[in-house]
Nanobody
Framework: QVQLIESGGELVQAGGSLRLSCAASGRAFSYYAMGWFRQAPGKEREFVAAINPSGGSTIYADSVKGRFTISRDNAKNTVYLQIDSLKPEDTAVYYC?????????????????WGQGTQVTVSS
């Protein structure tokens, strides 16, 4: 069982930056692939980024490539999402997710554990 707690969301101006954090409880964090998703008002939840258990491989949604960076610190049981050049369309609740991985890949789906989310609001 893995529990995830996100933090770092806030109201920022367009062009600004944020770093979201997701702290995981439980054992064997380094065996889990981690992902970030977001859900804007009135829209479905969408994939943003993922990182494999060892931290050496990452994938991103096309809409965030070049602006978002996912990383992890397995010693701290934490995954991060650095968001630069924020746009109003980045406004959403951002969720952290985890899935046990046996192949050290970073998947776009199939996550088993979810946090409660952190709100990011970007003003124009």
């Amino acid at each position: 069982q893995v529990q995830l707690i996100e933090s770092g969301g806030e109201l920022v101006q367009a062009g600004g930056s944020l770093r979201l954090s997701c702290a995981a409880s439980g054992r064997a964090f380094s065996y889990y692939a981690m992902g970030w998703f977001r859900q804007a008002p009135g829209k479905e939840r969408e994939f943003v980024a993922a990182i494999n258990p060892s931290g050496g491989s990452t994938i991103y949604a096309d809409s965030v490539k070049g602006r978002f960076t996912i990383s992890r610190d397995n010693a701290k049981n934490t995954v991060y999402l650095q968001i630069d050049s924020l746009k109003p369309e980045d406004t959403a609740v951002y969720y952290c997710a985890a899935v046990r991985s046996f192949t050290d890949v970073a998947p776009r789906g199939g996550y088993d554990y979810w946090g409660q989310g952190t709100q990011v609001t970007v003003s124009s």
